[in-house]
């Protein structure tokens, strides 16, 4: 076994079990913790691809800035983080069910397709040639999404101020 | 055995499926948002996977990976603004409670 698989495969029982405890967990405060370490794994599993831009993103806003704005929202609603509250609706044979038939029916498709997988490398110093794929051939998606996140932003800070102030 | 696409394909299937039980099974908004997180990663995965494999050199699939975070940051801002103003009006952040719209 190359060490290369050796840490594909830490890293996905890292992103894996959180992950798993995210969605199970009783305790909601524990659930957005689990989702740093799944998020940090994730991010390994971008060092693997050999994409360092997109791990360093992938920290900053995910494990950095979403966590946090879950956890802010979690304190602020502490109406529904307490224990003895139920946490899960009556539909969880039926979820499982569908996850599970999710999971085997993508598997089967994805697994069994041939994919044109070259060898090769990707480039080095990865910021570069995103920045420059980003204001040459995807200038329209870069300005699109920056209009997004504007709109969004400001979005949120309407919906969520109090009214009438 | 090499390391190659059909791991990290197998991977962010578990990921996607893990977030569409939570999505599905939670009551709490904010959990239903964290499992919609873990679906988006999952699907990023994806996208850098397939660009490490099937076109290396050039970089579409970073690219949109970094698209889809920007999104999944701006879903999570307008996500838990909504949570929190349905909190402020209906003293609740369980989405089986929130049926005002219900019948």
């Not at chain 1, 290369?4 to 967990?25: C, D, G, R």
């Not at chain 2, 791991?7 to 599905?24: C, N, P, Q, W």
């Not at chain 2, 920007?70 to 999570?76: D, G, H, P, R």
Request: proline share 3%; aromatic share 8%; glycine share 8%.
């Amino acid at each position: 076994m190359s060490g290369e698989m050796a840490a594909f495969i830490l890293l996905a029982a890292v992103t894996v079990i959180p992950a798993i405890v995210v969605v199970t967990s009783r305790n909601i405060v524990r659930a957005a913790l689990s989702l740093v370490p799944a998020f940090l794994g994730v991010s390994g599993l971008y060092v693997l691809l050999q994409a360092e831009f997109v791990t360093a993103i992938q920290i900053l806003i995910y494990a950095g800035a979403i966590t946090v704005l879950i956890l802010f929202v979690i304190m602020l609603t502490a109406g529904g983080t307490g224990l003895p509250v139920r946490q899960v609706n009556e539909q969880v044979p039926l979820g499982i069910a569908v996850a599970g038939a999710l999971a085997g029916g993508l598997l089967f498709v994805l697994l069994r397709a041939r994919w044109p997988v070259v060898s090769g490398e990707m480039p080095r110093y990865n910021a570069k040639a995103i920045g420059t794929a980003l204001l040459t051939n995807y200038a329209l998606i870069f300005e699109v999404t920056s209009l997004v996140l504007l709109v969004s932003l400001i979005g949120a800070i309407i919906i969520a101020r109090k009214e009438g102030s | 055995m090499q390391l190659g696409l059909p791991h990290f394909l197998t991977l962010s299937v578990l990921l996607f499926s893990i977030g569409l039980y939570g999505v599905l099974t939670r009551r709490n908004a904010v959990a239903i948002l964290m499992g919609i997180e873990l679906m988006l990663n999952a699907a990023n995965v994806n996208l850098v996977a397939f660009n490490r494999y099937v076109s290396p050199g050039v970089m579409p699939g970073q690219v949109f990976a970094l698209v889809v975070i920007t999104l999944a940051a701006c879903e999570a801002a307008v996500g838990l603004a909504l949570v929190m103003a349905a909190y402020r009006s209906l003293e609740t952040v369980h989405v089986d409670e929130i049926n005002l719209l219900k019948w």
